[in-house]
């Protein structure tokens, strides 16, 4: 266990949490300023842990998933997915810090035990060992900073930061738009291929929930029954959750339309925008945005 000290302040047991109870710093050496050349890569962690606005969690799946980040930092990739790509291209950088919003894993946790004999885990375990790069997830705080880093990324992706609510953050009122006008809108400014709709394109709107990812089909649910959007737009859905709920709202005849954007597509501006929010912590760091992009081939 680590020793608790009650006058430590949160930055000061961020870097405590971090240090885990192997390796126990003394906290004038982890909180020395120092050109971020030489911060190892716990360090670093550490640094942005304390930059947010929120209070360290007990439990997250924010952790490492990968490597050993006691090692010094020589350049961070920011991307949805440490996929195969973005770690070849991270090594081509130089870059040993991938922090990746989503699994690396295939799992909500990465738990790998089940995946031993996976010649896929293999290959990424062993690709990721050869190069020395630590992949560290970067979620549960980003989406819990003020503001929201995923969703202020978007909004500036679309250029609708005006437009937010500032009681509730996920809720825009918008000029007038056709359900139609705002899905080309957010394809053409996220680069999106393809994404899907319920609801009648001509419909107007004005009032719009954005709630990139995959928030759960609950949240999505309860977030319409209480803000009532023209329209919501989301990452990704179960297929026999919202989706259903929109099409009965629709037979219903209620003016409530839902776009349905793709998870990854989605939260990607989110990680771009990091890398503006990282820039000033790291002075002297290259800081490079890698983006995973969508998985899938639309035919
Ligand atoms: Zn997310």
């Given at each position: 266990?680590?020793?608790?000290?009650?006058?430590?302040?949160?930055?000061?047991?961020?870097?405590?949490?971090?240090?885990?109870?192997?390796?126990?710093?003394?906290?004038?050496?982890?909180?020395?300023?120092?050109?971020?050349?030489?911060?190892?890569?716990?360090?670093?962690i550490d640094r942005i842990i304390a930059a947010i606005t929120q209070e360290p969690y007990a439990s997250t799946v924010d952790t490492v998933?990968?490597?050993?980040?006691?090692?010094?930092?020589?350049?961070?990739?920011?991307?949805?997915?440490?996929?195969?790509?973005?770690?070849?291209?991270?090594?081509?950088?130089?870059?040993?810090?991938?922090?990746?919003?989503?699994?690396?894993?295939?799992?909500?946790?990465?738990?790998?035990?089940?995946?031993?004999?996976?010649?896929?885990?293999?290959?990424?375990?062993?690709?990721?060992?050869?190069?020395?790069?630590?992949?560290?997830?970067?979620?549960?705080?980003?989406?819990?900073?003020?503001?929201?880093?995923?969703?202020?990324?978007?909004?500036?992706?679309?250029?609708?930061?005006?437009?937010?609510?500032?009681?509730?953050?996920?809720?825009?009122?918008?000029?007038?738009?056709?359900l139609r006008e705002i899905a080309i809108h957010f394809k053409k400014q996220l680069g999106i291929t393809s994404l899907r709709t319920i609801?009648?394109?001509?419909?107007?709107?004005?009032?719009?929930?954005?709630?990139?990812?995959?928030?759960?089909?609950?949240?999505?649910?309860?977030?319409?029954?209480?803000?009532?959007?023209?329209?919501?737009?989301?990452?990704?859905?179960?297929?026999?959750?919202?989706?259903?709920?929109?099409?009965?709202?629709?037979?219903?005849?209620?003016?409530?339309?839902?776009?349905?954007?793709?998870?990854?597509?989605?939260?990607?501006?989110?990680?771009?925008?990091?890398?503006?929010?990282?820039?000033?912590?790291?002075?002297?760091?290259?800081?490079?945005?890698?983006?995973?992009?969508?998985?899938?081939?639309?035919?």
């Amino acid at each position: 266990m680590v020793p608790f000290n009650a006058s430590l302040n949160r930055r000061q047991f961020v870097s405590v949490l971090a240090a885990g109870s192997a390796v126990f710093l003394p906290l004038s050496d982890i909180r020395a300023v120092r050109p971020t050349g030489q911060l190892s890569i716990k360090e670093a962690i550490d640094r942005i842990i304390a930059a947010i606005t929120q209070e360290p969690y007990a439990s997250t799946v924010d952790t490492v998933k990968s490597g050993d980040p006691s090692i010094p930092l020589s350049g961070i990739v920011t991307t949805m997915f440490a996929t195969l790509d973005v770690i070849r291209k991270a090594a081509a950088l130089k870059a040993n810090l991938i922090i990746a919003h989503e699994p690396t894993f295939y799992n909500h946790t990465d738990d790998t035990g089940w995946l031993e004999d996976h010649d896929v885990f293999r290959f990424k375990r062993d690709l990721l060992a050869t190069h020395n790069i630590v992949v560290w997830r970067f979620h549960d705080y980003w989406h819990a900073n003020k503001p929201d880093g995923i969703r202020q990324g978007v909004l500036a992706a679309v250029q609708w930061e005006k437009y937010q609510r500032k009681d509730v953050p996920s809720l825009l009122r918008i000029p007038a738009m056709s359900l139609r006008e705002i899905a080309i809108h957010f394809k053409k400014q996220l680069g999106i291929t393809s994404l899907r709709t319920i609801g009648d394109l001509a419909q107007r709107c004005e009032t719009v929930g954005l709630l990139p990812g995959a928030p759960g089909g609950r949240s999505q649910m309860m977030f319409t029954r209480e803000h009532t959007p023209d329209v919501l737009i989301t990452g990704e859905l179960q297929e026999w959750e919202t989706s259903e709920y929109y099409r009965d709202l629709a037979s219903m005849g209620r003016k409530q339309s839902l776009i349905v954007l793709g998870h990854s597509v989605s939260e990607e501006p989110g990680m771009r925008w990091l890398v503006d929010w990282l820039k000033p912590k790291f002075p002297g760091t290259a800081i490079t945005h890698l983006p995973s992009g969508d998985p899938f081939t639309w035919l």
